[in-house]
């Protein structure tokens, strides 16, 4: 069974950094796509950010250039490094995990909302920055 579990997220000053975290287990991550996703209230869930196994990556351009996409395959981890937090960051951020390689989202395919594509998602952790 494919599990994804985000790490802790928690509360930030604006300004601050935080770096999230996501392991994947029962799959073992080589030619996929992973990313990060937001939903803040009230919202639709947005791309944050993807990485494919040949570490292409993809940032919409809805989304500031402060947010760092990484992953670890021999740990099976995704990491989203997050600096510069604002007030308007705050939102549940999940993981998600496309299997395959070429056309996917993180190659750019335009993939709707809500799942983008996605076979898999964590359940998500709260990231909350206060001002």
């Known amino acids: 069974q494919v599990q994804l579990v985000e790490s802790e997220g928690g509360s930030v000053q604006s300004g601050g950094s935080l770096r999230l975290s996501c392991v994947v287990s029962?799959?073992?991550?080589?030619?996929?796509?992973m990313g990060w996703f937001r939903q803040a209230p009230g919202k639709e869930r947005e791309g944050v950010a993807a990485?494919?196994?040949?570490?292409?990556?993809r940032y919409p351009d809805s989304v500031p250039g402060r947010f760092t996409i990484s992953q670890d395959n021999a740990k099976n981890t995704l990491y989203l490094q997050m600096d510069s937090l604002k007030p308007a960051d705050t939102a549940m951020y999940y993981c998600?995990?496309?299997?395959?390689?070429?056309?996917?989202?993180?190659?750019?395919?335009?993939?709707?909302?809500?799942?983008?594509?996605?076979?898999?998602w964590g359940k998500g952790t709260l990231v909350t920055i206060s001002s």
């Open positions: 998600g995990l496309e299997l395959g390689w070429g056309d996917t989202y993180c190659s750019g395919r335009d993939s709707p909302p809500p799942d983008y594509g996605m076979d898999y």
């Open positions: 029962g799959y073992t991550v080589s030619r996929d796509c």
């Open positions: 990485i494919d196994s040949d570490g292409r990556k």
